[in-house]
């Protein structure tokens, strides 16, 4: 008892020193205020033999502050900041120390009665403090006698339930809500403080006074009527941080509960679905501390670890699979989530690859097909030069599924089968391609998404070539790829096809010379480079077509020409009707 009084005697005196030391600041500023007055009004000559000054003396220009001493920093910060907070901490222990005191005379019901009560005068007091005249100059003071009280109040209903069984873990949870909700009502009031002891007080309930065996329901019911609570205030008052506090505190609790037996699981996999999309909506008034958490990629990731598990099964892939969809609209109305859908689609590549390595789910192939029509179709139709994110991921998407299920799981379909396959997915990245070269202001200088596109192209070509070719003819499908990619680009013309059509014949050329003349034999290894050097002869007419802009059957002199003067005379005989290009 006497340890608890003297706490209280040492918070009140801490209180007294800084409500002083505040007051006298004060004074000292409004005497240097009307000596600069005094001052000024002398300069003017307002003083002078009672001569009138004008009315609005000239400025004086003011002399720079002198800088300040380590002694007065440290008055200023301890005597006027930091004894404030010291004495509240000392009133909020005192009050825990009542409640833990034992006291042979008092019994537990009435230290918690007393405890309840200390933690509501001392609210009392910080709203006195807040509007009264003696307190009313430092705003610190009626934030931490507050704080302290709400503290006590928590720990009150804690002790009630846990030490000494006073009360029921419903009752518990009811009071420490409604502490809860009173501390973020006072928040509005006196600031963030007050907010932030709320919040850590509401999202420890259920660790502190919840029910162990009732699941994951009660707590998650219990997280989404304070998320809705502080989102509320968050809005009105502007604390973005404040919301993004509570949707990590959220994230928290359900990654605890998606470790859990799985009915538990799952109902946290479908909380964290609905987080993800719900605190992704709002328009933050003040701050970016939420769109910079990334909610939607918070909640994927913890639906990527449910699907790990084996024994939710379709469901853990349902709901990732919701969320992924959503990330795609939600890249379109917060320009924020952009990098969301290309994150939901590395954790899907993430999730194929490790349970094809597992040895294969049954839902995989599903998973695999889900995955590219929802990214590749989806991020294709939002496409757009100036978002190259965009055509990235629909490239990705088209690719990524069936080479890795066909590289770890090859037994799914036989060769025919992946090459159509394959075949299939080329014409959706030239389709794609296609989109950007519409939907671009100028297509005579292609963009990072459609290099991507092309080259897309280019790689499945290549793989469905491989599946549908017999080996010894691979070299020669893909030479052919490779000048169909070329000619398409020149004819069109198109940068991306024609660089496409390049890599694939470099892929060829190392082929020929580092595979196949060592594989193959006879007249086979003799075709193979025969058709290599004849294609390799015709690039430079191809880009001899593009350089003059006229059909392929139109200039045979240019072929060979060394210079720009011989190309230029070549062409002038070729065509004497129409001016050669300058340059």
């Not at 968050?234 to 998606?258: D, I, K, P, Q």
Request: glycine share 10%; charged share 15%.
């Amino acid at each position: 008892m006497t340890l608890v009084l003297l706490i209280l005697v040492a918070g009140l005196f801490f209180f007294l020193q800084a409500r002083a030391a505040a007051r006298m600041a004060g004074i000292e500023a409004r005497l240097a205020a009307l000596q600069e007055e005094l001052l000024a009004f002398r300069a003017a000559g307002q003083l002078n033999d009672g001569e009138a000054a004008p009315l609005w003396p000239e400025p004086t220009h003011a002399t720079a502050p002198a800088p300040e001493t380590l002694g007065g920093l440290f008055e200023r910060l301890i005597g006027g900041r930091l004894l404030i907070w010291i004495g509240g901490i000392a009133l909020a222990a005192a009050g825990i120390f009542l409640i833990r005191h034992s006291i042979a005379l008092v019994p537990p019901e009435a230290r918690m009665i007393a405890a309840a009560l200390f933690g509501l005068v001392l609210i009392a007091a910080g709203e006195y403090a807040r509007g009264g005249r003696l307190l009313a100059d430092d705003p610190r003071i009626g934030q931490a006698l507050v704080g302290a009280g709400i503290a006590i109040l928590y720990a009150a209903t804690y002790g009630s339930y846990l030490l000494f069984g006073l009360i029921g873990s419903g009752t518990a949870s009811a009071l420490m809500l409604l502490i809860t909700a009173a501390a973020l009502t006072l928040s509005l009031r006196h600031g963030p403080p007050t907010a932030l002891m709320g919040l850590v007080g509401g999202f420890l309930t259920p660790l502190l006074v919840g029910d162990p065996d009732a699941g994951a329901l009660p707590v998650l019911a219990t997280v989404a009527l304070l998320d809705g609570a502080i989102f509320a205030v968050a809005w009105r008052r502007g604390w973005t941080w404040l919301a993004a506090a509570a949707v990590a505190a959220s994230f928290a609790w359900t990654g605890y509960f998606v470790l859990e037996p799985p009915r538990d699981a799952l109902a946290a996999g479908i909380f964290a679905a609905f987080l993800g999309i719900a605190a992704s909506l709002p328009r933050p008034r003040q701050g970016r501390q939420l769109s910079l958490m990334q909610p939607a990629i918070l909640g994927l990731v913890e639906l990527a670890v449910l699907v790990g598990r084996s024994d939710v099964g379709i469901s853990a892939w349902l709901l990732f699979g919701a969320l992924a969809a959503a990330t795609l609209p939600l890249s379109v109305l917060r320009p924020d989530h952009r990098p969301a859908p290309a994150a939901a689609l590395l954790l899907a590549l993430a999730l194929i690859a490790i349970e094809a390595a597992g040895g294969g789910d049954p839902l995989l192939p599903w998973a695999a097909l889900a995955t590219t029509l929802l990214f590749a179709g989806g991020s294709a139709a939002l496409a757009t030069r100036e978002q190259p994110l965009r055509a990235l991921t629909a490239c990705a998407a088209l690719a990524g599924p069936l080479l890795i299920v066909r590289q770890l799981l090859p037994e799914l379909l036989g060769r025919l089968q992946w090459g159509g396959l394959a075949l299939l997915l080329s014409l959706g990245a030239l389709f794609l391609l296609w989109l950007l070269r519409t939907r671009s202001r100028d297509q005579a200088a292609p963009g990072t998404g459609s290099f991507a596109a092309a080259a897309t192209a280019a790689l499945l070509l290549a793989v469905a070539a491989y599946d549908l070719a017999p080996r010894d003819l691979v070299s020669g499908a893909w030479l052919a790829a490779a000048m169909a990619l070329l000619l398409a680009g020149v004819r069109m013309p198109d940068k991306a096809l024609r660089l496409a059509g390049l890599g694939l014949l470099t892929a060829t050329i190392l082929k020929v010379f580092l595979i196949d003349a060592a594989e193959l034999e006879g007249v086979l290894r003799i075709l193979s480079f025969f058709a290599l050097g004849l294609d390799i002869c015709l690039v430079p007419q191809m880009y001899n077509a593009r350089r003059f802009n006229v059909p392929l059957g139109d200039y045979p002199l240019l072929v060979g020409a060394d210079d720009e003067a011989a190309k230029l005379e070549a062409f002038s005989a070729a065509h004497p009707d129409k001016a050669a290009p300058a340059g």
